[in-house]
């Protein structure tokens, strides 16, 4: 039967001599890595090299610039919702009492709004009205709220991006029969 190759390596004595020289190579006892009274030994560590101390200095100078980006843009942003938060209470005050719509209404005013087409339900004199410009919708907390032209230029002076439609009477945009040239379609 044919031997494997380390049984032949066995039986040459090569591997015994490899094993041999390895043990002479080795110290006779090594260092245990408890001395005394249970303390780890700590090996010294190799010097760094300038070219390391300069990379890790890199490093922690590139971590303090990220997180002082980081604090800067999180108060930014508080700043922001702050701002936010007290412009949305004063239009609520400001509309409060101020809305003109009615539940028991019949006539639909369509207008775009955010790319699509919104609608109010209004009687034929908020119509009329709104059409001639002397009412105005804003969005607030979710709703269209028809309100008079005053408070309509109020809430634009806040926030234009509540204001919805103000329609301007000297641009003469509406047609012969009463309806505004942005409702032709």
């Known amino acids: 039967m044919v031997d494997s190759l380390r049984d032949q390596l066995l039986k040459s004595g090569i591997v015994k001599q490899l ?11 090594k260092p245990s890595a408890f001395q005394g009274k249970g ?3 700590h090996k ?20 303090q610039t990220e997180a002082n980006e980081r604090k800067r843009a999180e108060r930014e942003a508080a700043e ?3 701002l936010k938060r007290e412009r949305k209470a004063r239009v609520q ?11 028991d209404v019949d006539q639909v005013r369509h207008f775009e709004y955010g790319g699509k087409i919104r609608r109010v339900y209004v009687d034929a004199s908020q119509l009329a009205d709104l059409n001639a410009g002397k009412l105005g919708i804003v969005q607030h907390g979710g709703r269209y709220l028809l309100v008079t032209q005053l408070i309509a230029e109020q809430v634009r002076a806040m926030d234009a991006h509540l204001l919805v439609l103000l329609v301007d009477p000297s641009a003469g945009g509406v047609g012969e029969d009463g309806v505004p040239d942005d409702l032709m379609w």
Not at 19 to 29: G, L, M, V
Not at 51 to 56: P, Q, V
């Open 44 to 63: 010294p560590r190799p010097a760094r090299s300038q070219e390391e101390i300069d990379l890790a200095k890199a490093y922690a100078i590139r971590a």
């Open 19 to 29: 094993k041999d020289d390895k043990r002479q190579q080795q110290p006779a006892t």
């Open 93 to 103: 005050q400001l509309l409060e009492g101020h809305a003109l719509n009615k539940a």
């Open 80 to 82: 922001q919702a702050r």
């Open 39 to 41: 303390k780890p030994q």
